[in-house]
């Protein structure tokens, strides 16, 4: 199989989940979700070409592996330029590969949402789609606090997107004291949702705009209560506010400085201004925000890592001509880092092949996806169990993957290169992590990770050269560090020492990987 077909077989994936989500932002078969379904069929037809031997010329058009990933991985692009507050590259994306104002309507609303999460409200303004707007534009303004403009806005009122400016309009009226109006627009907003579809954003909207009105009674427990399920979507600062303003209300002003303090600390910067005045009123000092950005700096410098090692793979490759093996051609990167298995090589059944494998991949694609998904899934369960267990779950996912292998291709030749089973390892620590949450975030994010396994091991089935039991004992490997981790007492010192263990472990066989590679004739 090729670098190409592997880059298509990914974009046919990729391209699934990507139309869905247009689907969502545009209607029928606008522009948005017809250019993303034809890149992933042709995508797909591309690799059941290669894979039939029937692939024209035998590869794949240098046009085609440049415009399928653009329009299958655009929308994904356009979110995180916005969340890097890049909006002028966003809008030049979205104007280079749309055409139709209702193709470029339907990017721009993933922009404005961006822009709106991260309480941009000039950003959201500036960039409303031309139709269908209006809840954005009252949701902006909201985030402005331009509340009389929001009342002035004019709403829909059927679909579940049209509570959320329902709710800008109770945020509104609470802010001009007109509570007997926000009262009403509150029961209408419960009204419609009992009567209509009763969609997740409709029960989110509805539960905010009356948990506002109880906080602007003061009626702490209630609001409390009201609050005590987690609503997805919505953002911590966003719940701190609303109890902390039920707590000042209700004369309770040392836990309203404490919540305000840490609504002002979840808050992006296009939130903070309202709750630095309130901390201020109750001559509170300010606390230092949460510090947002890439994140996971064990997860980047991993990424990083692995990212140089291809590099001085392909400078070794180019160093020296690949080795016969037992009939079979090797390159001197496999000789010197692979796991083997039933190959003449030197040192082919070394322990620390166990763990080296992870330094070599089989081309740039490979390594890109080993890559982007170590950054997806590491940082997440970085933030949730520190550098040292991530650490720790990727090298023991890395010597599973390797131990399954021997078990279960003892008397096959293997040469088996990747870091994915120590990605996997990641992925199956945080699977352990979120298995025995109830939180409904922990429980959207089970269901992502179990369907994106049974994907990998369908695909580790049905193509070729793609290790099922690298991948499995990765998976294998994580689940026990994450299990076992939650069996020993919480600390900062275990995980250090767990972190430090992986290193040391890793160096050792990157050394063992350096003295065969200057051993090489």
Do not use: C
């Not at 606390?287 to 410098?301: D, E, M, S, V, W």
């Not at 298995?341 to 082919?348: Q, S, V």
């Amino acid at each position: 199989m090729t670098q190409e077909t592997l880059l298509m077989i990914g974009m046919t994936v990729m391209g699934v989940y990507s139309v869905a989500w247009s689907r969502r932002l545009a209607p029928g078969w606008s522009e948005l979700p017809l250019k993303t379904t034809l890149a992933t069929v042709a995508a797909g037809a591309l690799v059941f070409l290669d894979l039939s031997g029937a692939t024209p010329g035998g590869r794949t058009s240098p046009l085609a592996l440049v415009l399928i990933p653009l329009y299958v991985l655009a929308p994904l692009a356009v979110t995180a330029l916005a969340r890097a507050r890049a909006y002028g590259a966003a809008d030049a994306l979205t104007s280079v590969l749309y055409w139709t104002s209702a193709g470029r309507d339907a990017v721009r609303r993933l922009t404005v949402q961006v822009a709106l999460q991260r309480g941009d409200a000039d950003a959201a303004l500036g960039r409303l789609p031309e139709r269908e707007g209006e809840v954005m534009r009252a949701q902006a303004l909201a985030t402005r606090g331009a509340w009389h403009e929001v009342l002035e806005v004019p709403l829909p009122e059927e679909g579940d997107g049209a509570f959320l400016g329902s709710l800008a309009r109770v945020e509104a009226l609470v802010a001009l004291d007109r509570l007997r109006e926000a009262d009403v627009e509150a029961r209408d907003m419960r009204e419609r949702w009992e009567r209509e579809t009763k969609g997740p954003i409709g029960y989110r909207s509805v539960t905010l705009a009356e948990a506002r009105l109880d906080a602007e009674r003061g009626n702490l427990r209630r609001v409390r209560d009201t609050l005590s399920d987690p609503l997805p979507g919505v953002a911590p600062d966003v719940l701190y506010a609303i109890v902390a303003r039920a707590a000042d209300v209700a004369g309770e002003l040392d836990t309203a400085a404490r919540l305000y303090a840490e609504a002002y600390r979840h808050a992006p910067e296009g939130r903070r201004g309202p709750l630095e005045r309130e901390l201020r009123r109750l001559d509170e000092p300010l606390p230092a925000p949460i510090r947002r950005g890439l994140g996971g700096k064990a997860t980047i410098g991993l990424a990083a890592t692995l990212a140089a090692l291809f590099a001085a793979q392909w400078a070794l490759d180019a160093a020296f001509g690949p080795y016969l093996a037992g009939g079979f051609a090797v390159s001197a990167s496999n000789v010197a880092s692979a796991f083997v298995l039933n190959l003449p090589i030197p040192d082919g059944d070394a322990w620390w092949r166990f763990l080296s494998y992870a330094f070599v991949h089989a081309g740039v694609i490979h390594v890109g996806f080993n890559l982007w998904v170590l950054v997806d899934i590491g940082r997440l369960y970085e933030g949730r169990r520190g550098a040292g267990n991530l650490l720790g779950a990727f090298t023991l996912g890395t010597a599973m993957g390797g131990y399954l292998t021997s078990v279960a291709q003892a008397n096959e030749t293997v040469v088996l290169v990747g870091a994915s089973g120590g990605v996997l390892g990641v992925a199956g620590a945080l699977l352990a992590d979120v298995v025995r949450s109830r939180a409904s975030g922990d429980r959207a994010l089970l269901r992502g990770l179990l369907q994106w396994m049974v994907l990998i091991a369908l695909l580790s089935v049905a193509i070729p050269n793609v290790s099922l039991w690298g991948h499995a004992g990765g998976v294998v490997g994580g689940l026990l560090w994450g299990f076992a981790r939650q069996g020993l007492p919480a600390g900062g010192r275990i995980d250090a020492v767990a972190g430090g263990l992986a290193v040391v472990a890793l160096a050792l066989a990157f050394s063992y990987v350096v003295r065969v590679a200057l051993a090489l004739p």
